[in-house]
């Protein structure tokens, strides 16, 4: 019975977003890739109607443009940090732990570690200053 409720969720679900099983199967396969290889799988891709492609890259392209945004608020904030250390304050600044910080950035967790010192020194922060809420006070 629990399976038959399972697989009527799953139904439900598809029905929904107006995909098939092997299309949401390749959408999360491509959505959770490790490496660039996955996410340009021609066979994955091929499994996605053009429908979903295209909201697919329009999302892509809007998310682009917000971290682009934010970026160059960052930059107007602080001037003296380098992009990378930017991308690491963006990332830390929205609440991400240093291990999400280093897997959304696809770095090491000991180098965003140094980043983050890196960051600290150059706003002036003592290792008990909360950088977060550093980086949110400044914020206009």
Do not use: W
Request: one cysteine or more.
């Amino acid at each position: 019975m629990e399976l038959n409720d399972y697989a009527n969720t799953i139904d439900q679900i598809l029905h929904m977003f107006g995909m098939t099983k092997t299309e949401l199967m390749a959408l999360l396969k491509l959505a959770k890739a490790k490496n660039a290889d996955t996410v340009y799988d021609k066979e994955l891709m091929e499994q996605l109607d053009h429908k979903t492609l295209r909201n697919i890259i329009k999302v892509a392209n809007q998310i682009e443009h917000l971290q682009a945004c934010h970026r160059k608020d960052m930059h107007e904030r602080f001037p003296m940090l380098t992009p990378a250390e930017l991308d690491v304050c963006r990332l830390v600044e929205q609440g991400l732990t240093l291990k999400e910080v280093a897997n959304a950035l696809d770095k090491s967790v000991s180098n965003v570690s140094t980043v983050r010192g890196n960051i600290r020194k150059k706003l002036g922060l003592t290792q008990d200053d909360d950088l977060r809420r550093a980086l949110l006070d400044n914020k206009s």
